[in-house]
């Protein structure tokens, strides 16, 4: 397994090894492109081999593995459990939670495409799904992090009009505003994305014998704007996707502080009800900055300190790897914890939640303590309609 593993890590990192040409036959396996990749000449390539093979410790990969499955499991349950709760309480389907749900959505397509794709990637080097999945899952993988970033970035400015406001109440439903902020944030995500799906192709190799369909960024595009997405990217997804949503909610969060510290907000009971929202809010941010950093750091350190001259740049590029699938897990955390910051910090979201589960517990025998809690719930929801959008 290190034979192959060496090989994508020079393709992706080490610029001595040469494109030499791209050959396509009459009936490509898989629609795959079937290219020849072998050194540069010895006159032009003076980069020294490395001193050692690159490689991965098998208890590394079992025990990523296994992880990758609590979480895949703790991130489906708890996320559509957020989604039903919403879908069949009233009271929770007003903007703030109508983006959280967006927010919960985007981390349910991250965990159901990402982690299978990921441990699949570390456990084996073939690539068996073809050319339009080897597009189709970095495009949905970028499209569900960018529905985080923007819904986190909305949440933060909603919450700082809607606590130095004074009469921003609505009643129940849908407000077109929302309809709009969720459309708006679904459709950039999406054409962010686009490059991704023309960045990456399949190609194949024969490396010792062995016949290998890789799915990567592939090392040359073909027009100049991937060429320079292709050179730019890490950076652009550290600006955009990690440090715009923690200024946005730094900026919005200021002013916020500001204003109350200022006495240009009145501290009434639902004040502070909306000021436990923007708590939940600023704990999702911060989840979310915690969870994405180490997977950041991992790249912003290849573009700095890898010399592809260093003889040792291949122990480098392992521990590189090992970073990557440990930032690619905490990324996959952030997706789990989300339900998980709510019920520890919103109280509304924590009673929604317990009775979802003595819903399911009243299959076995439970069937007063579910009605009482719903009926003690639907009270406090009546009582709390008409200041919806404060909770």
């Known amino acids: ?69 609590f979480v895949f499991l703790f991130g489906m349950v ?9 879908k069949e309480h009233k009271c929770m389907r007003n903007g703030p939670y109508i983006l959280i749900g967006s927010l919960a959505l985007g981390d349910i397509l991250h965990v159901l495409i990402g982690i299978p794709i990921n441990v699949y990637k ?34 933060s400015i909603d919450r700082y009009r809607v606590v130095a406001s004074r009469s921003h109440i609505k009643g129940l439903g849908f407000p077109k505003w929302t309809a709009i902020k969720l459309s708006l944030i679904w459709t950039i995500s999406t054409l962010l994305a686009v490059p991704e799906a023309v960045a990456f192709d399949l190609i194949t190799m024969d490396y010792r014998g062995e016949h290998l369909r890789i799915c990567l960024l592939h090392p040359v595009q073909s027009t100049p704007f991937m060429q320079f997405y292709k050179m730019a990217k890490d950076w652009w997804l550290f600006g955009f996707y990690f440090i715009v949503p923690l200024a946005c909610t730094a900026v919005f969060y200021s002013l916020m502080t500001w ?21 939940t809010v600023f704990c999702l941010v911060l989840v979310f900055a915690i969870c994405w950093f180490p997977l950041h750091l991992s790249r912003i350190l290849k573009l700095t300190i890898y010399d ?46 317990k009775v979802t589960c003595y819903y399911v517990s009243r299959e076995i025998g439970c069937d007063s303590r579910v009605k009482s809690l719903s009926l003690t719930l639907h009270k406090s929801d009546l009582a709390h309609n008409i200041y919806i959008n404060h909770v």
């Open 1 to 69: 397994m290190e034979g192959p593993v060496i090989v994508l890590l020079l393709l992706c990192f080490n610029s001595s090894l040469g494109f030499i040409s791209a050959q396509t036959t009459d009936k490509p396996p898989d629609d795959a492109k079937n290219i020849s990749w072998k050194p540069l000449n010895a006159t032009a390539n003076k980069t020294p081999m490395c001193s050692g093979p690159a490689r991965i410790k098998d208890a590394f990969k079992y025990i990523n593995s296994i992880v990758s499955c």
């Open 122 to 155: 570390l456990l084996a080097v073939d690539w068996p799904f073809g050319v339009l999945l080897c597009k189709l899952v970095p495009f949905i993988q970028k499209t569900s992090v960018g529905i985080t970033v923007l819904s986190l970035c909305a949440l």
């Open 78 to 86: 708890g996320n559509l459990t957020l989604l039903r709760i919403i």
């Open 308 to 353: 592809e001259h260093d003889p040792n740049r291949c122990k480098l590029l392992s521990t590189f790897l090992v970073l990557d699938y440990i930032g690619l897990n905490m990324a996959s955390v952030n997706s789990c914890i989300n339900p998980m910051a709510l019920y520890v910090v919103s109280k509304r979201f924590k009673n929604y939640f």
């Open 259 to 279: 204003r109350i510290l200022s006495g240009s907000v009145k501290l009434d009971k639902h004040i502070k009800q909306r000021h436990e929202v923007a708590w």
